[in-house]
Structures are given as C-alpha cells and as structure tokens.
C-alpha cells in the first residue's frame, strides 16, 4: 500500500467517524464471543506476568518515590518561608507549619487552575518569590482565611 492510499484512508476515516463507529459497533455484536475469549487470554497472561513479586516491587518504589516528592516540596516550601521572612506579616506568628503562601491580590485560585500539578505550582512560586516578585506574603491560617472572607476570595464550598 502506498502512503497515498494510507493517508487517503486516514482522511477518509476522520471524515466518516460515524460510519467507521457503526461498522465497529456491527463488528462487536457479530463477534461478541471471539472478542471475550481474546480479553480473557489477554488478561489471564497478565495477572501471571505481573505476579505478586513484581506488584511488591512497583509498591515499593511507588512509596519511594512519593516519599521523595514529599521532601523535595517540604524543602521548597521551607525556602520560600524563609524567603518571605518566616512570620505572618498580618500577626507575626512564627510556625511554619500553619504559614500559608498568600497572593497579594487574591488571584491564587486562577493562578492554580492553570497548573494541572500542585508540585510544579509550587515550584513556579518559589521561582517568583526568590526573583524578588511582590505579589505574595506570608499569612498564618488564621489570617489568610479572615482575608479571603473579608476580600470576598472565599469560594461556594467554603461559605459556610
């Protein structure tokens, strides 16, 4: 077959989606059993090859892996602190483990939307905050939630 024919054949098949889901549809109730009996094979070769093993030893570099994710953002996150002055600059309050990462202008959540990955989020805000942008502050819990209130930032769920 030459790539003419293929790429005619391609075309063809994005430009007739409803014919091409017919046929298939057609093709799966004529051959329902023949089309089992393939999965089955497909999955009974599957569970031998991913035996109990090899399944422990994906968990376990799962639990590494994510253990390493965790402290690689806990270290960012610590930077970041610091950087900003290590204290809620509304109350002074000095645990970093109730500091929050605040936008100035309460644009966090479009900001966040367009980010799919919170780690990759974090990590574009730190390169803001050590490039010297004034568009965050440090706020404790406490405070960054009586700001959205009093801004209007709180979103539907929060309300009540």
Excluded: P
Aim: proline content about 0%.
């Amino acid at each position: 077959m030459s790539i003419s024919r293929t790429l005619y054949n391609r075309e063809w098949r994005h430009r007739n989606k409803d014919k091409v889901r017919a046929n298939r549809k057609r093709y799966d109730e004529r051959h329902r059993d023949r089309i089992n009996e393939q999965r089955r094979k497909r999955e009974a070769k599957n569970r031998s090859y991913y035996n109990l093993k090899s399944h422990n030893a994906y968990l376990k570099g799962r639990e590494n892996y994510l253990k390493t994710a965790r402290e690689k953002n806990r270290k960012i996150r610590l930077e970041a602190i610091n950087i900003l002055g290590g204290k809620c600059v509304k109350c002074g309050f000095k645990d970093w483990r109730a500091l929050q990462i605040d936008h100035v202008k309460g644009e966090g959540m479009k900001e966040r939307k367009k980010t799919h990955c919170s780690s990759s989020y974090y990590r574009k805000v730190f390169e803001e905050i050590k490039n010297g942008s004034d568009k965050y502050q440090l706020l404790c819990a406490n405070c960054n939630w009586i700001k959205r209130y009093e801004n209007n930032e709180v979103s539907e769920w929060s309300k009540y």
